[in-house]
């Protein structure tokens, strides 16, 4: 009887005739079903941390509504709350980053992946590996020590004496920053960009690369106006991850960006990022006000990453449909 | 394999003689600054008295309120008192019961600074010490610093505040001070663990700040004087209430600490700062347990409350060691007879 009513449920494709707990048996279902589960749990988790951070902000939301947004004082004391400077200043960092990493990281992948010598190219990748596993803390002590006081004495010259006219060049320089927050993000950023743009370098087919170099053109032409637009979508993906190192990072950022809430045009002066004010303060937060307006921040960097993500995957599209149609 | 059963055994015997020492565990959480003198008493403590393990987490203070309030732990540690809002939370939470404060030890700030060419101690006011972080005083040759140091050659330099980025009881201690020497400092910022600065860069923590200042030329931070001792780090003396410049260190803040006992109200919720005394540092604080007045677990409150005896008596003595100052006489005394309102 349950035969029969299966079958004819199941009357699209044939392994469907196969009854459920046969295919219980062989294994299929339960793999499917343990996947699922899997897969669920990331929906769930996602859920439950927005409803978290949602039901803990409500006294913010409240007192300052939109507000909370566009304000810029941050003020503990008084209980005046505003995001703004912080979400200028995980901006601005990130940006800084990504115009420092991705210029860097693509050239060094594209190196690796076509030019070197696969022996160089092996070694190079385990370093790089190796940077991407170094623990934030640690590029924080790179930025004090060394990024610092490079960017008082060395950058923050070459570029205020020329370009001071500048707002983004302009004012004094305290060594700390947005600038030196982006530099050293960009250093943290730059072995994902490598690692991942290599991989999907070197997994593009040989004979995309043959059939071009048969139709007369050179070694860099079939890199350039070949292999990189076959991979493009994985390069735009690598750049998204680090981005989304970028803006959630938190030591190192507070090591090096000043950790003042303003918002200033000059890329030297200092200012402060969402992670790294509540990592900073969330302890010591007296007040439930307080206390609240820290989640909020922390609603506000998830909200922020959800629709840089959001932007970064429509880019993807466009991109990739234009591409097609050149190709076409 | 018989070697094998064996260890299993004795490791089996040694796990049920490590659960066998059932001994009463008191959880407290609370302030950072008194973390390395706290954990070194409860050590000892449960060495002498095996029944009690006092297991202590360095949250910071905000936490440490926050987690004695809601009842998660037994007792908890503050840097700044809890103010009266606080109070009242944790009365209406508890069936009107309330909280008491017992000052530990004492600790301190200092001006820290970095001038190229300036190598001995500086002299603050505390007119100079508020503008400078109020933005006001913007030069390091500005009369307000140069005029009580006599004969150093201070530069024509930008003065660079450096300031704590994370919430502490260092900041509790700097702004208290500020607010009661500047009244501009105390309408415009206040005090607080984490106040809006008028002026300068953040670091992070005790660290942070000092690597700011070392590595940043024209630079003026504030630390702990305990941070600054076991680091040797230079720095300034500062005008007293009485008109002396004082440099702090252990003898000077426990003499801000006297002078401040004469008027130590019965709850111990008092600032020293800018306190009484030729002798005294004036930017000294105590820091202070936060004990329930009520118990429901009688063995936790005898616990707790034989803890304190011994803090009092024995525990003191081993504060210098740590560079904590100790409480004075007068203190000790009155906290014994209060140890008697823990019910």
């Known amino acids: ?328 | 394999m018989k070697r094998i059963v064996g260890l299993a055994v004795g490791v089996l015997a040694l796990c049920a003689l490590v659960l066998a020492d059932n001994a009463l565990l008191i959880n407290g959480a609370g302030a950072t600054f008194p973390y390395p003198i706290y954990s070194k008493w409860f050590d000892v403590y449960h060495t002498k008295n095996p029944n009690f393990q006092f297991n202590y987490q360095s949250v910071g203070s905000g936490a440490g309120i926050k987690q004695v309030t809601e009842g998660t732990v037994d007792f908890g540690a503050t840097d700044g008192p809890m103010n009266d809002d606080q109070l009242k939370t944790f009365q209406d939470k508890h069936n009107g019961t309330g909280i008491l404060h017992f000052p530990t030890v004492l600790g301190a700030d200092v001006p820290t600074y970095n001038i190229p060419g300036v190598t001995g101690a500086l002299n603050f006011t505390p007119e100079a010490l508020a503008g400078i972080f109020l933005g006001k005083v913007t030069k390091w040759n500005d009369p307000a610093i140069a005029g009580s140091n006599k004969g150093v050659n201070l530069p024509a330099a930008d003065i660079i505040v450096v300031h704590r980025s994370d919430g502490s009881g260092t900041t509790y201690i700097w702004t208290d001070y500020l607010s009661k020497v500047s009244d501009e400092w105390k309408t415009k910022v206040g005090k607080g663990t984490s106040v809006n600065w008028p002026s300068g860069i953040g670091g992070k923590g005790n660290e942070g700040v000092m690597g700011s200042v070392k590595t940043t030329p024209n630079a003026i931070g504030y630390v702990e004087l305990i941070y600054a001792v076991q680091n040797n780090i230079p720095y300034g003396s500062v005008r007293n209430s009485s008109g002396n410049f004082v440099k702090a260190d252990l003898a000077s803040v426990t003499a801000a600490a006297a002078g401040a006992a004469k008027e130590m109200p019965d709850d111990f919720r008092v600032s020293i700062t800018n306190a009484p005394g030729n002798k005294a540092y004036p930017i000294s604080s105590f820091t202070w347990l936060l004990i329930p007045q009520k118990f429901q677990d009688g063995g936790k409150r005898d616990a707790i409350k034989g803890f304190l005896q011994w803090m009092l008596n024995d525990g003191q003595n081993s504060v210098e060691a740590l560079s904590y100052a100790k409480l004075p006489k007068e203190v000790v005394e009155k906290e014994k007879k209060a140890i008697n309102n823990i019910q």
């Open chain 1, 1 to 328: 009887m349950a035969t029969t009513t299966t079958t004819l449920k199941g009357a699209g494709p044939v392994s469907g005739s196969r009854s459920f707990f046969l295919k219980l048996r062989d294994g299929d279902e339960i793999a499917r079903l343990v996947t699922l589960v899997f897969a669920t749990t990331v929906v769930l988790i996602t859920a439950a941390l927005v409803w978290e951070l949602w039901v803990n902000s409500a006294l913010p939301r409240q007192k300052f509504g939109f507000h909370f947004f566009v304000t810029s004082v941050w003020d503990p004391i008084m209980d005046q709350f505003g995001a703004l400077p912080f979400i200028y200043g995980t901006m601005v960092t990130s940006a800084v980053a990504l115009l420092v990493a991705v210029p860097l990281g693509i050239g060094a992948a594209i190196f690796l992946a076509e030019l070197a010598p696969p022996r160089v190219s092996d070694t190079l990748q385990f370093f790089i590996d190796l940077l991407a596993a170094v623990p934030s803390v640690i590029y924080g002590l790179l930025g004090v020590f060394i990024v610092v006081p490079l960017m008082r004495t060395v950058i923050y010259p070459a570029l205020n004496k020329p370009f001071g006219y500048l707002p983004i060049f302009k004012g004094p320089s305290y060594g700390v920053g947005f600038m030196t927050a982006g530099i050293v993000l960009a250093i943290m950023v730059i072995p994902y960009i490598i690692s991942v743009s290599r991989e999907v370098l070197l997994s593009v087919p040989r004979d995309q690369r043959e059939a071009a170099l048969a139709l007369g053109s050179t070694r860099w032409e079939s890199t350039w106006k070949v292999v990189v637009p076959f991979a493009k979508t994985g390069i735009m993906g690598s750049i998204f991850l680090a981005l989304a190192r970028a803006l959630g990072e938190t030591m190192a950022v507070t090591m090096v960006i000043g950790n003042t809430p303003k918002i200033a045009a000059s890329l030297f002066a200092p200012g402060y990022s969402i992670a790294a004010v509540i990592a900073n303060e969330f302890t010591e937060a007296t007040g439930d006000l307080y206390l609240q307006s820290l989640i909020a921040l922390g609603l506000v960097l998830f909200l922020l990453t959800f629709i840089l993500n959001g932007l970064a995957r429509i880019l993807i599209v466009l991109t990739t449909q234009k591409g097609s149609e050149v190709g076409g």
